[in-house]
């Protein structure tokens, strides 16, 4: 698995939104078992979490509401959670705080580098049917990612 490393997966809204619109949320719970999130991020989701998926709140309040001040209070909340862990992968796609976490270090990946994983680690046999999907909601690909998508789960040549 290209994410086994990670022993602590965190993830924000985004994710958990999308694959539940397309009825993939069970691949995170295929690829990772047990998934973190905070109270912000699961009140952002506004539906009840199945309960591979636990809530665990930073312990220092003072450090989320600084990266406040750059990214919203939901990925504010799951970067400064990911701080507190080490060898954590964060998953969020927001650009801006996609920038925020990579320049102080942390470990992230998207929905789309999941999905990318369920191929890669076995758990889907293609992720065409999932990219059809996820085209059909309001998460734009654009061609050129998905080219680079179907290469990297061994899909195109």
């Known amino acids: ?38 109270t912000d991020i699961a009140n952002e989701f506004g539906n009840p979490l199945p309960n591979w998926i636990q809530i665990v709140n930073p312990q220092n309040s003072n450090q989320q509401k600084i990266i406040e001040a750059t990214v919203d209070k939901g990925e504010a909340s799951g970067i400064a959670l990911a701080l507190e862990f080490n060898n954590s992968l964060l998953i969020i796609d927001d650009l801006k705080g996609r920038k925020f976490a990579i320049n102080i270090g942390l470990k992230i990946t998207g929905t789309l580098g999941i999905i990318v994983e369920a ?12 990219l059809t999907k996820i085209k059909s909601t309001n998460f734009r690909i654009t061609e050129s990612l998905e080219q680079l998508l179907l290469i990297k789960s061994c899909e195109s040549f």
Do not use: A, V, Y
């Not at 889907?124 to 999932?130: A, D, F, L, Q, Y």
């Open 1 to 38: 698995m290209i994410f086994s490393m990670q022993k602590t997966i965190i993830s924000d809204t985004s994710c958990l939104i999308l694959l539940d619109n397309i009825g993939e949320l069970e691949l995170l719970k295929n690829i990772f078992g047990t998934i973190i999130t905070t």
């Open 119 to 130: 191929k890669l680690s076995g758990h889907i046999t293609s992720i065409k049917p999932i």
